[in-house]
């Protein structure tokens, strides 16, 4: 039942009723930017400056401004129709068409005494669904997917300096007992320690290599609930790190680390989202470093990475067998689109342990830096198909958390459950416009979608366990929830090992 159609047909809105005033966008951006400089039909566009008739049918404030600039968009082709010259003339046309449609659809609802001709009969629920498939906040979902990527990549170097910290405490003092040396039972615990002149180990002992590689595999898990302003959706990520430090000195070390993610995201179909589907991946360079004196400790992160996204996603515009059966048909077609990121990290931390034999409690706290582009793109397969610019994106964050380490030592193993929590919170990242255009718009009036405020205060608990054997070989599993964000729930699960020369 669903055509596609390439001629263009009359569109026309209520010259009757107009205003001389643009409608300030947020943060003083214009919505609707209306061209008057054909001077052979000014008269014409002026009496063809269009109505809010589509714009006040819309729910949200997003469906708000989308209907406002498709009006703008049909009012426009009304004062100069769709140029037969034109090398896109047909996708013009097809552009005209559908406007015309969701205008006189919103006319005939909001008894305007417009146009009717071109009535889908379709509803109020209907009619936002249209809008929301037409304004393209999926895009959205690029920043935030490839933004949580990059935080992954430095919470993996994170964890691998609080391993490197613990080793000079819990890890390095209880590996004793499986390495063959001397030691003693303290406390009737079955932690071992090693016998030494100071009463622990010291950097002289053998018990801490200079050199380490070490390999991680995760996965993780995102699901996404639908707000007035973006899309809901779930997410499957995994990836690897791979990475080496070395101890310059007994105090400073050194470190790098590459990753590799790939990620499947759909977008959840409901009463306003037709569906669609992303699929990105991503690559990164770690550099690190950590000096420490005792039980003191400060850390360096800096990372730069690359990913590229495909996105694929559904234009859903209904309509009654009635209306199709006069040739107002709506449209059903799927839109595709790549585009490319480019990520910059950086995050400074420090933090003290404590040791009571066979518990560690460590408190840690961190700034963190990131700094996101992601390119400007243009969609293909519809005739609503947009161009999306450029989206930058900066945040800022602080994190405070405590890590406990237990310790278990045995003749084969040392086993070390752990839990840690930590409490994040952000400053400069912030609700976005997200700026488009109809690729077939000779005008390119600029539609804007305004992205949720991020959440400003949310929370990281996870728990896991590392095991250190007899041969120097480590292996580990990590879980970590977020907590208390508004709208996404997010589970991530690294395992791990690593060898020390």
């Given at each position: 039942m669903w055509m596609k159609r390439p001629v263009s047909r009359a569109c026309s809105v209520n010259a009757n009723k107009h205003t001389n005033a643009i409608r300030p966008g947020i943060q003083g951006i214009p919505l609707l930017v209306i061209s008057l400089s054909f001077a052979s039909t000014l008269a014409v566009a002026q009496d063809f400056m269009p109505v809010r008739t589509l714009g006040q049918i819309g729910i949200t404030e997003n469906n708000q401004r989308v209907g406002d600039a498709v009006q703008a968009v049909c009012g426009q082709f009304v004062a100069e129709n769709p140029d037969p010259a034109a090398a896109n003339f047909a996708e013009q046309s097809a552009l005209f068409d559908a406007c015309g449609e969701m205008v006189h659809t919103a006319n005939r609802i909001a008894n305007s005494g417009g146009p009717e001709g071109r009535d889908l009969g379709i509803g109020v629920v209907e009619l936002n669904a249209a809008l929301q498939n037409a304004a393209g906040e999926e895009s959205s979902a690029v920043s935030s997917l490839a933004t949580e990527t990059a935080s992954s990549q430095t919470t993996v170097v994170n964890n691998r300096m609080a391993t490197l910290i613990s080793s000079s405490s819990t890890l390095k003092i209880s590996s004793a007992s499986i390495l063959g040396q001397s030691a003693i039972v303290v406390a009737d615990k079955d932690l071992q320690y090693p016998l030494s002149s100071g009463g622990a180990a010291s950097a002289d002992d053998g018990l801490r290599s200079t050199f380490g590689v070490y390999a991680n595999v995760a996965g993780a898990f995102t699901n996404r609930s639908s707000t007035n302003d973006e899309d809901g959706f779930t997410a499957d990520g995994s990836g690897f790190v791979v990475g080496a430090d070395y101890f310059i000195t007994d105090s400073f070390l050194l470190g790098a680390a590459f990753g590799f993610s790939a990620s499947t995201l759909d977008f959840r179909v409901s009463d306003f989202v037709a569906g669609g589907s992303m699929d990105s991946e991503q690559t990164s360079v770690t550099g690190y470093g950590m000096w420490f004196s005792g039980n003191k400790y400060v850390n360096a992160v800096v990372g730069v990475g690359q990913g590229s996204a495909d996105l694929e996603r559904r234009i859903l515009i209904q309509a009654t067998d009635e209306a199709i059966a006069l040739g107002n048909d709506g449209l059903n077609d799927t839109v595709d689109a790549s585009t490319d990121t480019v990520e910059t990290r950086l995050s400074l931390g420090a933090g003290m342990e404590s040791n009571t034999g066979w518990l560690t409690l460590a408190a840690f706290g961190r700034i963190s830096y990131l700094d996101l582009t992601v390119d400007g793109y243009d969609e293909a397969g519809s005739a609503l198909a947009l161009r999306v610019d450029e989206q930058d994106v900066e945040s800022v964050t602080s994190s405070l958390g405590f890590?406990?380490?237990?310790?278990?030592?045995?003749?084969?193993?040392?086993?070390?459950?752990?839990?840690?929590?930590?409490?994040?919170?952000?400053?400069?990242?912030?609700?976005?416009?997200?700026?488009?255009?109809?690729?077939?718009?000779?005008?390119?009036?600029?539609?804007?979608?305004?992205?949720?405020?991020?959440?400003?205060?949310?929370?990281?608990?996870?728990?896991?366990?590392?095991?250190?054997?007899?041969?120097?070989?480590?292996?580990?599993?990590?879980?970590?929830?977020?907590?208390?964000?508004?709208?996404?729930?997010?589970?991530?699960?690294?395992?791990?090992?690593?060898?020390?020369?």
């Open positions: 890590r406990l380490v237990g310790a278990y030592s045995n003749q084969a193993a040392v086993i070390l459950p752990q839990f840690s929590f930590e409490w994040v919170r952000e400053y400069s990242d912030d609700e976005r416009q997200i700026v488009s255009a109809y690729v077939n718009d000779p005008r390119q009036n600029s539609l804007v979608v305004v992205t949720d405020e991020p959440d400003r205060n949310y929370f990281i608990a996870g728990i896991g366990a590392s095991a250190v054997f007899r041969n120097g070989i480590q292996a580990f599993v990590d879980v970590k929830s977020l907590l208390d964000l508004d709208s996404t729930h997010q589970t991530a699960v690294t395992l791990g090992g690593r060898y020390e020369f």
